[in-house]
């Protein structure tokens, strides 16, 4: 089992529609999750973090956390072209050192 | 501020060669951690560095080796390369108690012909 999984899409979305990503985690551990944003050829780039239970909303980004299904998930509104990226989940578990884990990301393509 | 910085940006060896790649955290990080990601995957931890020592690592073999500086700079080194190390090598940095995760840098292209 992966410690992250996601998706690999991709998913395509019209423009304006909400893009909703998944992604799931095997360790029950786990304090603190990511989401990166990486265009091609580009280094991720952090977009939300959450690390309590229940939603996080940042203009149209919303990060939305459940531990006990060891699930969580982004949901982007009035997606643009823009947003047209490969989206990363990323899990933090402090065990003495920082160990940070990713999927293997999301294509995302909102279609004009 | 200025955040993680990467050199160079993009390098082309031959199979065989050594290669090191450097990088800077941001100020205020004292953990850098290396990832690599070939194309069309996520981010591969390599391997963590803190005070200098390596204390975290991949699955990653020996030929790839890594240094930590008294003022948090780091670098990668991987011996006899090979095709299949072609790839964006990212560094990340991160700060002590943080919990809004790595900042990464830009990464260096690196290809093995």
């Known amino acids: 089992q992966k410690e992250v999984e996601q998706n690999s899409g991709p998913l395509s979305v019209p423009e304006g529609a909400i893009a909703s990503l998944n992604c799931t985690y095997s360790d029950r551990g786990s304090q603190s999750f990511f989401w990166y944003r990486q265009y091609s050829g580009k280094s991720p780039e952090l977009i939300m973090f959450i690390y309590s239970n229940g939603d996080k909303e940042d203009g149209r980004f919303t990060a939305q956390l459940n531990k006990a299904s060891q699930y969580v998930s982004l949901l982007i509104r009035d997606s643009q072209p823009s947003d047209s990226a490969t989206y990363l989940c990323a899990v933090l578990r402090l065990r003495g050192y920082q160990k940070v884990t990713f999927g293997t990301g999301t294509k995302l393509q909102v279609i004009p | 501020d200025a955040g993680v910085t990467q050199s160079p940006t993009h390098l082309i060896k031959t199979r065989g060669q050594q290669v090191t790649l450097r990088c800077s955290p941001k100020s205020g990080h004292d953990t850098v951690s290396w990832y690599q990601q070939a194309l069309g995957q996520g981010p591969q931890f390599i391997f963590q560095y803190y005070e200098e020592e390596e204390r975290q690592r991949g699955n990653f073999p020996d030929r790839f080796s890594g240094h930590q500086f008294p003022n948090y700079s780091s670098e990668l080194n991987v011996n006899a390369l090979l095709l299949g190390d072609s790839a964006l090598y990212l560094c990340?940095?991160?700060?002590?108690?943080?919990?809004?995760?790595?900042?990464f840098g830009s990464g260096t292209r690196l290809t093995v012909v």
């Open positions: 990340a940095s991160i700060g002590q108690g943080s919990e809004m995760g790595y900042t």
